[in-house]
């Protein structure tokens, strides 16, 4: 074995065994158990993935090569249901499973019977406890690779591409969904998830190409073995680091309690009840100023005013035709639009008075409510001072 295959089995070792490591620690978390119950059974079908390549030193028979490969076969038909199931809980506002699951176990209970066939053909073939002859053993091996190759070549491609494509919108209507509930979102998007998605719909594109040119042209070798391993191992750092330390993003704070739904006109809000509720929210943004807390959620504001989340949110999006997330920010802006005009604070200064958690933050929610960045924005009220101050002379 030469040098470069040592190097795939080392690092293909590696991403074999911090799988496992996070696989051990989900399964030790005593909250959200569902949710580390999912990213537990994606860390080990990520590490069994690995399995023919790490013990290929070790595992020499024919047999047991073959084994290996079932078992990966399996392996790789679940690792992308697995991560879309952890990401759909992840951003679910319970923790329940979604409907209509069954529709995603089609393919690994497919590739299940698959392996389960690949299995049985070694019983038969090896132990020989029936009577089979030969050539019936022949024709279900052709059968077997015949199947074998369609998954893997075809089936299992196309399926990593739709799971690329679900997380991804999943991702993008959880952000939205962020807005309805926190004034501050930037700690909640899961970035690193769409890191992961966007890197693995890089290489999955680049597989894609690899395999039209394999086709193509008779002497291309294909993309690297070594590049994949990498990726794979990075990737699955990048999941064991922060998947063992994210929650679930829009659900309410253990210390905060949520109000109760209040009864207006038998459950449905009035054109009175929906002005004292839109006065209680403006009340709360001007006169007590609670958009100053850079933690503020719709579960704090409902408490502070005594309006169930629901109807907030009705309130917001109907009467003041603002989320929650532009409501709360664009008083943030008014007050930030004072502080630049007569401070000379810095830019992260002001932007923390008013509540913001960060600079970047900042300078996104103020060009897109003002059209200016704050830097433009004291600049050009400098300039309106000195041409109002002129003319007055």
Not at 151 to 162: A, E, F
Not at 191 to 200: C, D, K, M, Q, T
Not at 298 to 325: C, D, K, M, P
């Amino acid at each position: 074995m030469d040098l470069s295959q040592h190097m795939l089995v080392l690092i293909s070792t590696m991403a074999m065994t911090v799988p496992l490591f996070g696989a051990l620690c989900c399964l030790l978390q005593d909250r959200h158990k569902t949710l580390f119950r999912v990213l537990a059974a994606f860390f080990l079908a990520a590490a069994v993935t690995e399995l023919p390549t790490a013990l290929q030193m070790i595992v020499t028979g024919a047999s047991f090569v073959t084994l290996l490969e079932a078992l990966w076969l399996l392996a790789m038909a679940c690792v992308t249901p697995l991560i879309w199931l952890y990401v759909w809980i992840l951003t679910s506002e319970d923790e329940g499973l979604p409907k209509k699951l069954y529709r995603h176990l089609v393919l690994p209970g497919f590739s299940l019977l698959t392996s389960g066939s690949i299995v049985l053909y070694l019983v038969l073939a090896d132990l020989r406890l029936f009577s089979v002859s030969e050539e019936t053993l022949l024709q279900a091996a052709d059968a077997i690779n015949l199947v074998f190759w369609a998954l893997v070549t075809v089936v299992i491609k196309l399926q990593w591409g739709v799971y690329i494509l679900l997380v991804y919108r999943r991702l993008v209507s959880y952000r939205i969904r962020l807005k309805d509930l926190f004034a501050s979102t930037e700690s909640k998007e899961l970035r690193w998830i769409a890191f992961v998605v966007g890197i693995s719909g890089f290489y999955w594109i680049l597989s894609l190409i690899s395999s039209l040119l394999s086709y193509m042209i008779p002497d291309y070798s294909g993309l690297p073995r070594l590049a994949y391993f990498l990726l794979n191992l990075t990737l699955q750092t990048i999941m064991a680091v922060w998947g063992l330390r994210q929650r679930p993003g829009l659900r309410p704070q253990e210390n905060v309690a949520r109000v109760p739904e209040q009864r207006y006109a038998n459950s449905a809000l009035t054109e009175e009840a929906t002005d004292r509720i839109a006065a209680k929210l403006r009340k709360a943004m001007t006169a007590d100023k609670l958009y100053l807390n850079p933690n503020l959620s719709l579960w704090i504001l409902a408490r502070h005013t005594g309006v169930s989340e629901n109807y907030i949110s009705q309130v917001l999006n109907e009467v003041i035709g603002q989320n929650f997330f532009d409501f709360v920010n664009s008083h943030r802006i008014e007050a930030a639009k004072s502080n630049l005009k007569d401070s000379n604070d810095t830019i992260l200064a002001i932007a923390l008075d008013a509540g913001f958690n960060s600079r970047s933050s900042f300078y996104s929610a103020f060009k897109k409510v003002t059209g200016q960045t704050p830097t433009a924005y004291r600049k050009a009220q400098g300039t309106a001072d000195k041409f109002s101050t002129n003319l007055s002379v």
